[in-house]
């Protein structure tokens, strides 16, 4: 780094121990969430935030379900997804506050580009002898299909800490 000075290395972490081991070193660091936005491609899932005001909108969203259903128009790809990247679609009219302060849309549909179409999500809950594991929002429902698809072989979630990531991990393990 030295030998380096006017570049700046920044660490991208949520994890709380390895923050410590990089500002010891004397690194800067950055959470994940701070390049998270409305609209912007990030983790693998692009949001679409849908205006049921707008024309351009209305037609997307209905070429999105004509195109999911298995009509495949020959390359069309809204939103130039790649493969295997997710698409949660939310209904920009209900913009309401949870109990934290947090900004929250009603969800209108998650979809997965497998390279052609967008597809709807294919997960099956987790049921056993010592385990009954469902999603409980939309960001599971996108683990679960992740994680169950055999044809992703490097696979990894991310997340703030008690939202499900190791549990959702070691159970599909």
Do not use: C
């Not at 020959?74 to 939103?79: A, I, R, T, W």
């Not at 099956?124 to 469902?134: P, S």
């Amino acid at each position: 780094i030295s030998k380096r000075p006017h570049i700046e290395f920044v660490v991208v972490t949520d994890d709380i121990l390895m923050g410590i081991k990089a500002e010891a070193k004397g690194l800067k660091t950055r959470s994940t969430y701070d390049f998270k936005g409305k609209g912007k491609n990030r983790l693998g899932v692009h949001e679409f935030f849908y205006d049921p005001e707008s024309e351009e909108d209305r037609e997307t969203l209905a070429k999105i379900e004509v195109h999911a259903g298995g009509y495949v128009e020959k390359g069309y790809n809204p939103f130039n997804m790649v493969k295997n990247q997710y698409l949660v679609i939310w209904d920009e009219s209900t913009k309401g506050t949870d109990d934290e302060g947090n900004i929250i849309y009603k969800e209108i549909g998650t979809f997965k580009f497998d390279g052609t179409r967008l597809v709807r999500l294919k997960f099956k809950n987790i049921k056993g002898k010592n385990v009954n594991l469902k999603p409980i929002n939309v960001r599971q429902r996108l683990a679960f299909d992740l994680l169950q698809d055999d044809t992703i072989t490097v696979k990894a979630l991310t997340g703030g800490q008690g939202v499900g990531k190791d549990t959702l991990m070691l159970t599909h393990a």
